[in-house]
């Protein structure tokens, strides 16, 4: 049997974590054998879990890059702007890549990844989990066989959810620009680059409008103070941080997104992060300028559209799309498939779900697909089980970055991957 693939994390919050647990559950297939993280609680527990050597454990991954080589792979999860450096410095030191979602917060820093990637010859996948859940596959399989004719057009909802808006994207790590990304980028990247493969032909251009509508201090309800533990009117605001925190803690939840604000949640430290941290902010007087909602229309070759709605104002939820074809229509919920066909008047309805509540579970099986097909290209040199590669992700990154500026610009504007 061959050796297990080593891997570095760099960056130790919940999805290098996360990621990482493959190998706790596949030791046979892949060991981790190195960390950078500044925060001392997160490094540590990534250390402790998986028994690496202490003069293998960093807190800037800068230290990690120049040291000799240690590891086939590295697993790049730190924040959107931070991603350039270490994916150019770790392609030049010789090691296999995987990289979080965005690639770069900007069309030049995804050029100058690629650019890295391709001169040092080396595996490279980013981190599009949508792409390798089993729904995806059953759904781009059943488009490949041709069971809905030649695809006309398509339609995706991203439900963001009313609270995760409110703790990601209003308070948290990506509610600003010029700390991460624009919102369709940080949080949408992922359904420009489903739609893509979808699709399976090059997009030509797009529009978009979108606005912060909610997320700001003209929509605060009368008597609203600056943060909900001494708000008087936060019983009957939704986005309420108590509300959100507190009763996920009451119901025994101390995972995503309760311990984003503590390490080791309990009501005391939950309730000190309320007082004292951006997480206990009110939602109507944050730092935040992403949109709550947007929409964005392409045209694709062969004079095909799709449609994509980004909104916070919905349950949490999984994207639901819509493809109409020539001979037939699917509609999927993320789990349930449903095709309607034209020719039989009938509707077959496929459940995907993988019954998994693993790492291989996580996005409907995304998670583990991905470490799946990361692993075994590193493993075996063979890159046909990386669905995300560097060329592909830089054409879908490109629709993202056109999208925003037709939504700044209020204009149509071409794709193109050429400069």
């Not at 799709?306 to 349950?315: D, G, K, L, N, R």
Request: aromatic share 8%; with cysteine; glycine share 8%.
């Amino acid at each position: 049997m061959s050796s297990p693939v080593t891997l570095a994390v760099v960056g130790a919050g919940g999805r290098g974590s996360g990621y990482a647990r493959f190998a706790a559950e596949l030791p046979d297939r892949a060991k981790v054998v190195a960390v950078a993280e500044p925060r001392d609680v997160y490094r540590q527990r990534l250390a402790d879990t998986h028994q690496i050597s202490t003069d293998q454990v960093y807190t800037d991954w800068r230290d990690l890059a120049a040291a000799p080589k240690m590891a086939d792979a590295v697993l790049i999860c730190t924040q959107d702007a931070m991603h350039v450096e270490p994916a150019i410095a770790f392609a030049e030191a010789g090691y296999h890549i995987l990289l979080e979602k965005p690639m770069a917060p900007d069309a030049e820093g995804c050029r100058q990844i690629v650019e890295a990637i391709e001169k040092a010859g080396v595996m490279f996948a980013v981190a599009h989990v949508s792409r390798y859940t089993t729904y995806s596959q059953r759904v781009k399989s059943m488009l490949s066989d041709g069971v809905i004719g030649d695809i006309v057009s398509l339609q995706r909802l991203e439900p963001v959810g009313y609270w995760h808006q409110a703790h990601s994207f209003v308070r948290g790590n990506w509610r600003n620009e010029t700390e991460s990304s624009f919102m369709l980028l940080a949080k949408s990247c992922h359904d420009i680059d489903w739609i893509r493969y979808m699709m399976g032909v090059n997009c030509e251009a797009v529009s978009s409008f979108g606005s912060l509508r909610h997320f700001r201090p003209s929509e605060a309800p009368e008597g609203a103070t600056e943060r909900c533990l001494d708000c008087p009117v936060e019983a009957e605001c939704p986005y309420s941080a108590k509300k959100i925190y507190l009763g996920r803690l009451e119901q025994g939840q101390t995972g995503w997104p309760v311990d984003v604000l503590t390490p080791n949640p309990t009501v005391e430290s939950v309730m000190s992060a309320l007082r004292d941290g951006p997480y206990g902010r009110c939602v109507y007087a944050c730092d935040n300028d992403v949109v709550d909602h947007q929409v964005v229309n392409m045209r694709f070759a062969g004079d095909t559209t799709a449609a994509f709605t980004m909104t916070a104002f919905s349950e949490a939820a999984g994207r639901r799309t819509n493809i109409f074809g020539t001979r037939g229509h699917i509609y999927g919920d993320g789990q349930h498939i449903h095709h309607f066909d034209f020719l039989t008047d009938k509707t077959q309805t496929i459940d995907t779900a993988t019954g998994d509540a693993s790492i291989l579970g996580g996005h409907g099986g995304g998670d583990g697909g991905l470490m799946d097909g990361f692993v075994r290209a590193v493993a075996t040199g063979d890159a046909s089980s990386i669905l995300s590669g560097a060329r592909e992700t830089l054409e879908s990154h490109l629709m993202v970055f056109a999208a925003e500026a037709a939504r700044r610009e209020d204009r149509v504007v071409p794709v193109s991957v050429d400069r």
